[in-house]
């Protein structure tokens, strides 16, 4: 019955994924692109925030189901940076072509705003290095990542607004509700987001209930579904949303940016909720303690991400960079048993792209960005 359920379970996911999607679109075109595309990237990751809190429900009541916490947001995560990344670069490049455009150079250009998320991401992931080496996720760590959060947010917020995108480049849904009069469309995103979290509240626990007896009953690793099946599905719509904006060519950027900031929210506030939701499970205080699997799964996606934030410092996203984030996840992907040497690869890779980042520091690049931010806007450094 529980392999049955996911006839209803695995659409409904990403129905309510659509629907808090189609809420946040419609919300984040009154706010600054920035901003919006953090509350985007948070609203739309709310049906893996579900996932994973169930799951770390049911490891508190059964121990057997411990190894399955770190699988959601590491498969998360590594669809971001293998799979969206280069979903991005690809479709602004073959639709940049069908417009005539000069493609011999394919080039994704970030603009200074953008240097707040990709250097967001480094605190995060060098946090997420202490956590790999002491083995465990408790309560404090749940605070200094969700305070690196909070930080990014307030960086966000001090970037004067503009829109995010046209009216008329809206998806119909979305561009129904922002027409429509006040009231009407603040009912309209309200409805749609609670629509979607009602269906997720009942949804959650027999979506996973239904990925783990399917896993069973075709022998497959249960860790591997939960890994690579449920972050597919709910982050369903935001690769559409992102192959919306790519496929407009000029706001490929905004699509790129989308996924850092959702990568910024599974490295700190989904992750942080993790040792709440656990402790209040097992009715106590209590770290999670991740066996040698888990933590290889952590520094594989810390090197990913290691990785990819190099690439987007120069604030720009080329064709090798793109092939290169897909050819690895792809590989990883079809080859499991590849990761301990996938670490490796990553890591030497990241280890001499820092060495160039450092040597060509005099270049544009997502600090110099960020320092003539803080000057105009931010108000941190004069």
């Known amino acids: 019955m529980e392999v049955l359920s996911a006839l209803w379970t695995f659409p409904a996911i990403i129905l309510a994924a659509m629907l808090i999607t189609w809420a946040a679109e419609s919300g984040q075109f009154f706010i600054s692109q920035g901003l919006a595309l953090a509350v985007l990237a948070w609203v739309q990751t709310l049906p893996e925030f579900a996932v994973e809190a169930v799951i770390a429900l049911d490891a508190a009541k059964d121990p057997s189901k411990m190894h399955l916490i770190t ?27 069908a417009k005539g455009q000069n493609v011999k150079s394919w080039v994704i250009k970030l603009d200074d705003e953008h240097s707040i998320a990709i250097l967001s991401i480094l605190p995060a992931i060098i946090y997420f290095l202490a956590i790999y080496f002491k083995g465990t996720l408790n309560i404090f760590d749940g605070l200094v990542l969700t305070a690196i959060y909070f930080l990014y ?30 009231p009407l469309n603040v009912i309209g995103i309200t409805g749609l987001f609670v629509l979607g979290a009602v269906i997720i509240y009942f949804s959650a626990q027999p979506f996973l209930n239904s990925m783990l007896a399917i896993a069973v009953s075709i022998g497959v690793s249960q860790f591997v579904f939960v890994q690579w099946v449920a972050p597919f599905l709910s982050e369903f719509p ?48 209590a770290p999670i303690i991740f066996d040698d699997h888990q ?54 890779w990241a280890a001499i792209e820092t060495v160039r980042l450092i040597k060509d520091f005099k270049r544009p690049n997502a600090f110099h960005s960020f320092l003539k931010l803080s000057r105009s806007h931010l108000k941190i450094l004069k």
């Open 238 to 285: 935001e690769k559409l949303s992102a192959f919306y904006w790519a496929k407009k060519v000029t706001k490929a950027p905004m699509a790129l940016i989308n996924f850092v900031s959702s990568s910024i929210n599974q490295w700190t506030i989904l992750a942080a909720m993790i040792p709440f939701i656990y402790s209040f499970g097992v009715g106590r205080i």
């Open 295 to 348: 933590r290889l799964e952590i520094l594989l996606t810390i090197v990913q991400s290691y990785l990819a934030f190099l690439f987007l410092a120069s604030m720009d996203f080329h064709i090798f960079e793109a092939c290169a984030l897909f050819i690895l996840w792809l590989v990883q992907f079809l080859v499991p048993s590849t990761r301990h040497a996938m670490v490796w690869i990553y890591g030497a």
């Open 71 to 97: 699988a959601n947001f590491t498969g998360s995560l590594r669809l971001f940076v293998g799979l969206g990344f280069p979903m991005v670069y690809f479709v602004s490049l073959f639709f940049g072509k």
């Open 153 to 182: 947010l307030y960086l966000l917020s001090k970037m004067p607004p503009h829109d995010t995108e046209g009216i008329e480049d809206m998806g119909r849904i979305p561009k129904y509700v922002v027409r429509s009069k006040y």
